[in-house]
């Protein structure tokens, strides 16, 4: 069975920085692709930053400059470091991990991130 926990969300002031952490953890396994999406009240969930095996990074513009993804692939873990943050980053953050040779993702349960004006 494969869990995936997020950590490191809260509540910071505009410009003000957080870093996210997820592990995964479970049976024997390989992560292809780690990502990190969000989701705002009444807003669907959408892309911020994924990182492959290999270390090759997407970003979702509103979030280039800004944040910065980075894993630890002998832990299962990703990492999401989140600088000069806005009141529209505010949102819950979830983690998405997709295990080579599994068509289906696995998804954690979610962390709150609210950035204050």
């Known amino acids: 069975q494969v869990q995936v926990v997020e950590s490191g969300g809260g509540l910071v002031q505009a410009g003000g920085s957080l870093r996210l952490s997820c592990a995964a953890s479970?049976?024997?396994?390989?992560?292809?692709?780690m990502g990190w999406y969000r989701q705002a009240l009444g807003i669907e969930r959408e892309l911020v930053a994924s990182i492959t095996y290999g270390g090759t990074t997407n970003y979702a513009d509103s979030v280039k400059g800004r944040f910065t993804i980075s894993r630890d692939n002998a832990k299962n873990t990703v990492y999401l470091q989140m600088n000069s943050l806005k009141p529209d980053d505010t949102a819950v953050y979830y983690c998405?991990?997709?295990?080579?040779?599994?068509?289906?993702?696995?998804w954690g349960q979610g962390t709150q991130v609210t950035v204050s004006s």
């Open positions: 479970g049976s024997r396994f390989s992560i292809n692709v």
């Open positions: 998405q991990i997709r295990i080579t040779g599994l068509t289906y993702p696995y």
